[in-house]
């Protein structure tokens, strides 16, 4: 609301932008800092700003197979074992279609900086995606065997 607060009162001196969503992440970054660094000073908060709080569409989608429910879960399992950071890289990366320029305005980091955090978190994705598969093949296996 105060970013949007904000843009209204600057008016005229706002900059021009071919990627509303990248501007808009980076305003709303922006005032999260500025009232963090306000509270800070009065001795209200810590010195550390926020986690990056999201949800990833497949997280929000209804899924309607028996394979891609069971797909749908590993990958939300696999999301949960992320970092914060590594969770809002991704997010960024492949659910907003940030370039890596715009990634590190706004996370505040060096390109190749970026593209190691992307790729740690894609292997991350992919590790824990292969141990919740393996989890629900040995559950399988043992219920197969038990029950019938």
Known sequence: QEVFFNMIRSGSRLGSTDNIRFYLFRALKNEIRKETERQRKV???????????????????????EKDVEKGKALVYALSTLSPRQREIIYLKYECGMNYRQICEIMDLKSDSARKLVFRAVQSLKTAIEDHKNTFLFLFSLLQKYVL
Not at 43 to 65: D, V, Y
């Open 43 to 65: 001795g209200l908060a810590a010195n550390e700003i926020p986690e990056f709080q999201l949800s990833f569409l497949i997280e929000e989608q209804s899924l309607e197979t």
